[in-house]
């Protein structure tokens, strides 16, 4: 895993990837609302995520928000 913290201007960046890892176990299933709260928690302050699975087999996530007001 990898976590990147950085800014672009007045915006926050925060980007987050994994290899995807070797299953060594079912995963669990969860309420499906992990991903959708965390863009509504960024939404709230102005920011936004993107998400995507890496070419390798693995998931990326990068979220953006305002840290300084206008």
């Known amino acids: 895993m990898a976590v990147t913290i950085g800014h672009d201007g007045d ?22 609302r992990g991903l959708i709260g965390l863009r509504e928690r960024l939404a709230l302050h102005g ?7 890496t070419t390798g087999g693995g998931y990326r996530l990068k979220a953006r928000v305002p840290w300084r007001t206008p």
């Open 47 to 53: 920011g936004v995520l993107e998400t995507s699975r």
């Open 11 to 32: 915006c926050l960046e925060i980007e987050v990837t994994d290899t995807g890892g070797t299953r060594t176990a079912r995963s669990r299933t969860g309420n499906g």
